[in-house]
């Protein structure tokens, strides 16, 4: 069975820096992208960052360029979101899945809750 298994999300004050993690079992992210993805209350649910197979490439939305970055950890089969410089505008809760494209990802992460206080 395949999983993936967010985490990291918590409470942190403005400017204030986090790290998700997301633990993958089942698949190998040698063989599929990775992306994050947040949604917010009354918002529709929006990309943030992609990473492909074996981490040879990375994008990161506009938005949030400059403050996070994606990352993998081959031995670990883990996939991390780096966020800094973080601002209430970024509270959301937010889900890894596999590939980058949220309509046609076979594979989600149960999401985690990021609260930034100002």
């Known amino acids: 069975e395949v999983q993936l298994q967010a985490s990291g999300g918590g409470l942190v004050q403005a400017g204030g820096s986090l790290r998700l993690s997301c633990a993958a079992s089942?698949?190998?992210?040698?063989?599929?992208?990775v992306g994050w993805f947040r949604q917010a209350p009354g918002k529709v649910r929006e990309g943030l960052a992609c990473i492909t197979p074996g981490g040879t490439n990375t994008v990161i939305a506009d938005p949030v360029k400059g403050r996070f970055t994606i990352s993998t950890d081959n031995v670990k089969n883990t996939a991390y979101l780096q966020m800094n410089s973080l601002e209430p505008e970024d509270t959301a809760v937010y889900y890894c899945?596999?590939?980058?494209?949220?309509?046609?990802?076979?594979?989600w992460g149960q999401g985690t809750l990021v609260t930034v206080s100002s």
């Open positions: 089942g698949i190998t992210f040698d063989d599929y992208a």
């Open positions: 899945g596999a590939d980058c494209d949220q309509y046609s990802n076979k594979y």
